[in-house]
Nanobody, 129 residues
């Protein structure tokens, strides 16, 4: 069982930056693909970005590509997302998730929320104009 705890959310102005962290306890962190998802009020949860087990590969949603960066430190059991040039439409609850590797190919399979096994409680990010 993996427990995930996010931190770093808050209120930021349009164009600002935030760094979210997600610390995992229990389990072997490097065994999991790690993803970031977000959910805005009245909308479905959506994929933001993810990173493979050794940190060598990442994928991003088109809406955040070039602005957000996902990284991980396996020695610290932590995954990060740095969010730059934030926009009002980025306002949402951001959650990290861990996926047991059932498919070796790191592709669109890991963009699907239902393919993740463990979830954090989420942290609110609010972007104001």
């Amino acid at each position: 069982q993996v427990q995930l705890v996010e931190s770093g959310g808050g209120l930021v102005q349009d164009g600002g930056s935030l760094r979210l962290s997600c610390v995992a306890s229990e389990g072997t962190f490097s065994n999991y693909v790690m993803g970031w998802f977000r959910q805005a009020p009245g909308k479905e949860r959506e994929f933001v970005g993810n990173i493979n087990r050794d940190g060598a590969a990442t994928y991003y949603a088109d809406s955040v590509k070039g602005r957000f960066t996902v990284s991980r430190d396996n020695a610290k059991n932590t995954v990060y997302i740095i969010m730059n040039n934030l926009k009002r439409e980025d306002t949402a609850v951001y959650s990290c998730a861990a996926a047991v590797v059932r498919q070796l190919a790191f592709d669109t399979y890991y963009m699907v929320p239902s393919n993740y096994d463990y979830w954090g409680q989420g942290t609110q990010v609010t972007v104001s104009s």
